[in-house]
């Protein structure tokens, strides 16, 4: 799949922001951004987008990947790829020079500041965003197959004993079955939160072990060609006690209203507004501590937001989550978590059939 992805359109449309942007050249240094725009997923490298040439600048432990790649690339490979990165953007003479604000630190700007005297470095990432913000069909396909890793994954904890396992082994075995599938964890850590932790909507694994009595929450994604899942589902060894089983059937109210009135033209504050609206209903308002989702892709947030404070209208084509939740302290939280895209019609949901509650 990952070959399938057209990298010289995607430089191609950006260049094209760049020129009516007064943007001469662009320097991108995220890994998930020069991913984006080459298929190259490795760190230390950086992307230089210029009206004749573009240049992926990497060291020498990466030639023989680099060499692969099938694109119209110049590929440097250098042990000082900042330092020749410098004297290329001079070579070109270049005015403007767009840059990715949140991946320079003030060392590396500090330096290519210094050595591009005359040079007008320009924050530019919001423009990779737009791009970014609407998934194509093969990114579509890479993030619903994550999604269904996870799905396969979750399936399995069925089939095994976990009383007296810890949250730590189960997160674990969680990540080698994704691993055995040969697939990668999205760009976080597992989350496993069992009985009052899982209250905590971010808890850390800990070697808490699992009781028969044991109610307990896991946040899992999977990554297939550089797109992440991010699901999250409760579960109970042992029937549910009513307050829990009441919960969790109000934070699913919550979910599938906010899913239903998904539709392209629609803000998203909307939808978080549809979440927060039932949970308030029943008296829970003060209970939903967090936005209802996030946009998911390269990145495991990105645009667009679905908070109440969120101005971004949908479109077709943007992915993001939708993940009600309701958290009581010293007792327990239910949070559950969908990835839906946004049709021309409506939405879809591509985590339409992962295990709820057991």
């Known amino acids: ?37 080459t298929g190259y997923d490795q760190e230390d490298a950086y992307l230089l987008l210029t009206p004749k040439e573009d240049y992926l ?74 791009l970014t913000l609407i998934k194509d ?36 075995y969680l990540k080698y079955h994704i691993s055995k599938l040969g697939f990668e964890t999205a760009n976080y850590e597992p989350i496993v939160a069992s009985g009052s932790r899982s209250a905590l909507p ?7 072990k699992l009781k028969k009595t044991s109610n307990f929450l896991i946040d899992l994604g ?36 906010a899913i239903h009135s998904i539709k392209p033209g629609i803000k998203a504050s909307l939808i978080d507004k549809a979440a927060r609206d039932v949970i308030a209903k029943y008296g829970y308002a003060k209970n939903f501590i967090h936005t209802t989702g996030h ?9 667009p937001t679905i908070s109440p404070k969120s101005d971004e209208y949908l479109e077709s084509g943007m992915v993001f989550t939708v993940e009600p939740g309701i958290y009581l302290a010293d007792k327990f939280g239910i949070r559950i978590e969908d990835v839906v895209v946004v049709t021309q019609k409506g939405y879809k ?4 059939d992962i295990t709820h509650a057991v």
């Open 1 to 37: 799949m990952k070959k399938s992805f057209e990298f010289a359109k995607r430089i191609r449309a950006l260049k094209n922001l760049l020129y009516k942007n007064n943007i001469e050249a662009m320097l991108c240094l995220s890994r998930e951004h020069v991913f984006y725009f």
């Open 57 to 130: 600048f990497t060291d020498s432990r990466y030639q023989e990947e680099v060499k692969s790649l099938k694109m119209n690339l110049k590929k440097i490979i250098s042990s000082s790829s900042l330092i020749d990165l410098s004297q290329m953007i001079k070579k070109n003479n270049f005015k403007t020079l767009g840059f990715e604000k949140n991946c320079l630190n003030y060392q590396m700007y500090a330096y290519i500041k210094k050595q591009l005297a005359g040079v007008r470095m320009k924050p530019a990432t919001k423009y990779i965003k737009l």
């Open 137 to 172: 069909a093969r990114e579509i396909k890479a993030i619903s197959k994550a999604c269904d890793i996870v799905n396969i994954t979750l399936n399995q904890i069925k089939k095994i004993n976990l009383i007296g396992k810890t949250e730590k082994e189960l997160a674990a």
């Open 202 to 208: 971010h808890a850390k694994t800990t070697n808490y």
């Open 222 to 257: 999977a990554k297939v060609y550089g797109y992440n899942s991010d699901l999250t589902r409760v579960y109970s060894f042992s029937k549910m006690k009513a307050e829990y089983k009441r919960i969790y059937i109000i934070v699913k109210e919550a979910q599938e209203t």
């Open 295 to 303: 946009g998911l892709g390269l990145h495991i947030h990105e645009a």
């Open 349 to 352: 949901v591509l985590s339409h």
